[in-house]
């Protein structure tokens, strides 16, 4: 009974800990992109299904959508969003989960 019990509280914290990391959300990416037409990420973490939105960024306002990809939870990897023309400027990139921004980022064009 006691190994039972021994195990129940082991599951229980394995299932808390794989939780809790999985509430976390990344882009991989530094603080600048070259100006293509499309932006690779190799990969994006997310704690729930949701997209990665880039925006224009000019003058430190964001703009019109460029481009976004759809993600799943947890690491979707070589994410590639197609950006039309290419940013003229620099960009704003957002992951939404479940209709919330978690995580933004500014990006300076080379």
């Known amino acids: ?3 039972f019990k021994t195990l ?5 914290t394995v299932l808390a800990t ?3 990391a999985s509430a976390y959300n990344a882009f991989p990416f530094g603080e600048t992109f070259e100006q293509t037409d499309q932006l690779q990420l190799d990969f994006v ?3 729930g299904p949701g997209t990665v939105e ?3 960024y000019a003058n430190g306002e964001r703009g019109a959508l460029l481009g976004s990809k759809a ?3 947890g690491v979707t990897s070589n994410v590639k969003v197609d950006l039309g023309l290419g940013a003229n400027s620099d960009i704003l990139a957002v992951l939404n989960v479940g209709g919330s921004e978690v995580l933004i980022k500014d990006l300076d064009r080379r």
Not at 8 to 12: F, L, P, R, Y
């Open 8 to 12: 129940a509280v082991v599951a229980a």
């Open 1 to 3: 009974m006691t190994n």
């Open 45 to 47: 973490l997310a704690e």
């Open 71 to 73: 993600v799943r939870t």
């Open 54 to 56: 880039i925006y224009d």
């Open 18 to 20: 794989a939780t809790s």
